[in-house]
């Protein structure tokens, strides 16, 4: 659930590992997350920007919100910005930021320090699987 650029950590080889759950919770799959009109304080935690907008309505945590961060943590990479940068407010996300975009002008919102090599085809493929995994 709480899946951002902060935990994820590189190995001698480069090779990403998640870390740090500190936040993690092993829960009974029968549980209840209460809703925001209860008294308890009892619920899914996350970082902001990064964990799935239905965890706030009170949903159970599954691999669908892993996905979700995932994804995002892909366009913070892609575009070399952060799901909380001052840009993005209640009118403007990432995501919008992103599929406003999309394809036409996707070229536009990319990180370009990251693609000075890659070209054409190869970049369409990466914003493809992003933008597949944001509507998991």
């Not at 659930?1 to 080889?13: M, T």
């Not at 009974?28 to 239905?54: F, H, K, L, M």
């Amino acid at each position: 659930c709480d899946l951002k650029p902060s935990n994820i950590l590189l190995d001698d080889e480069m090779v990403a590992h998640v870390g740090d759950f500190g936040l993690a919770k092993f829960l009974p799959e029968d549980i209840t997350i209460p809703q925001t009109n209860q008294s308890s304080s009892i619920g899914v935690r996350g970082t902001i920007g990064y964990t799935a907008p239905e965890y706030g309505l009170g949903n159970k945590p599954s691999t669908h919100g892993d996905v979700y961060s995932f994804g995002v943590l892909l366009l913070e990479i892609f575009t070399g910005r952060r799901p909380t940068d001052d840009m993005f407010n209640d009118d403007l996300s990432l995501q919008s930021f992103v599929q406003a975009a999309w394809p036409e002008r996707v070229v536009e919102i990319l990180d370009l320090v990251l693609f000075e090599d890659i070209i054409g085809e190869e970049m369409n493929t990466c914003g493809e699987h992003t933008h597949h995994l944001l509507r998991t």
